[in-house]
């Protein structure tokens, strides 16, 4: 309080949000506003999180790709595309172990989507 009657624009902002706080129209705008930006963070941060997903699947690809390459010899492009398609985390863990288990690209292909 002694900071409020000792300092003219702190007592200047304090009747602001008084007058801005007895306003219901002004109220709402800033409720509106929080909610906006509730929306917008929560947005961002699941997009970040796809983000991340996304990454992940890409990266399990990749090394998917290189595994069978590696075991198999070189993966037909029709193959890969067909393993780049895949986005689920789970589905891919399981082809990564078929990729070391099976004898051929042709039957690691039967287990494809």
């Not at 007592?11 to 509106?32: G, I, T, W």
């Not at 929080?34 to 997009?47: C, F, P, Q, R, T």
């Not at 090394?63 to 492009?77: D, K, S, T």
């Not at 099976?102 to 690691?108: I, P, Q």
Request: include cysteine; proline fraction near 4%.
């Amino acid at each position: 309080s002694q900071l409020v009657e000792n300092d003219p624009l702190v007592m200047e902002a304090v009747e602001e949000l008084k007058r801005y706080s007895s306003n219901p129209d002004m109220r709402e705008l800033e409720r509106r506003h929080k909610l906006w930006k509730l929306e917008y963070y929560s947005g961002l941060e699941a997009a970040k999180e796809e983000g991340e997903v996304k990454g992940k699947a890409e990266g399990k690809t990749e090394a998917l790709l290189r595994i069978l390459a590696r075991q198999q010899g070189a993966v037909p492009e029709t193959l890969a595309e067909r393993v780049r398609a895949i986005t689920d985390i789970g589905k891919l863990d399981e082809l990564f172990d078929l990729a070391f288990d099976c004898g051929s690209l042709e039957e690691f292909g039967k287990h494809l989507p």
